[in-house]
């Protein structure tokens, strides 16, 4: 009963930029952390950055200064602003959240259908 839709994937120029939304619907009582992930042909998906409901973040050492994720808790809605896009940044992004559906339940790990970001001149 809980959905991730992602949006805001296309193609760009190096050195540009791209925001990323995803927004979770259905029976949702929190959500914590919320992340992207991201996947090219060939090699295993991989963590670009992460957001617990108190705001901490991880990222990966490869986006780490140029990408920024934040969240709307009021909105169940994660983004993901990517500055100084690079070539090697050309992957399918996936929204990731940690639901807890109910209260007193536990959480459950929710993916999203994957929006393509493609780094190109």
């Known amino acids: 009963q809980v959905q991730l839709v992602e949006s805001g994937g296309g193609l760009v120029q190096p050195g540009g930029s791209l925001r990323l939304s995803c927004t979770a619907s259905?029976?949702?009582?929190?959500?914590?952390?919320m992340g992207w992930y991201r996947q090219v042909p060939g090699k295993q998906r991989e963590l670009v950055a992460a957001?617990?409901?108190?705001?901490?973040?991880n990222y990966a050492d490869s986006v780490k200064g140029r990408f920024t994720i934040s969240r709307d808790n009021a909105k169940n809605t994660v983004y993901l602003e990517m500055n100084r896009l690079k070539p090697e940044d050309t992957a399918v992004y996936y929204c990731?959240?940690?639901?807890?559906?109910?209260?007193?339940?536990?959480?459950?790990?929710?993916w999203g259908k994957g929006t393509l970001v493609t780094v190109s001149s």
């Open positions: 990731n959240a940690r639901v807890v559906q109910r209260r007193y339940d536990y959480g459950m790990d929710y």
């Open positions: 259905g029976s949702v009582f929190s959500i914590d952390p």
């Open positions: 957001i617990s409901s108190g705001g901490s973040t």
